[in-house]
């Protein structure tokens, strides 16, 4: 079983900035892939970022450029720099992992397909 706890989440007015943390506990979490989803107000909600065991990424088309995702196995905590906020950006943003084999994330490759355990989630509201 893993864990998962988020915070940074908050209201910011549209361009600017918040940090989400994520920190995993309960069985070895290094190297597993982990990823952020966003759950919108009456939105399919989507896997905007992921990073795998070896610090390969991949972004949605909706935050590439804007969003930057890190992780420290030494402290078990992902991150997720969320820069020049558009109002489209507010949601309910879910710490997620898998611990399934998987390759390093390649350009233009896709984020899992699904991931095992969730947090309960941090808000961010952008407000325009």
């Known amino acids: 079983q893993v864990q998962l706890v988020e915070s940074g989440g908050g209201s910011v007015q549209a361009g600017g900035s918040l940090r989400l943390s994520c920190v995993a506990s309960?069985?070895?979490?290094?190297?597993?892939?982990m990823g952020w989803f966003r759950q919108a107000p009456g939105k399919e909600g989507e896997t905007v970022a992921c990073?795998?065991?070896?610090?390969?990424?991949s972004y949605a088309d909706s935050v590439k450029g804007r969003f930057t995702i890190s992780r420290d196995n030494a402290r078990n905590t992902l991150y997720m720099q969320m820069d020049s906020l558009k109002f489209e950006d507010t949601g309910l943003y879910h710490c997620t992992a898998d611990r399934r084999v998987w390759s390093a994330l390649k350009p233009g490759t896709r984020c899992r397909d699904r991931y095992t355990y969730w947090g309960q989630g941090t808000q961010v509201t952008v407000s325009s």
């Open positions: 990073i795998e065991g070896d610090g390969s990424t």
């Open positions: 309960g069985d070895t979490v290094t190297n597993i892939g």
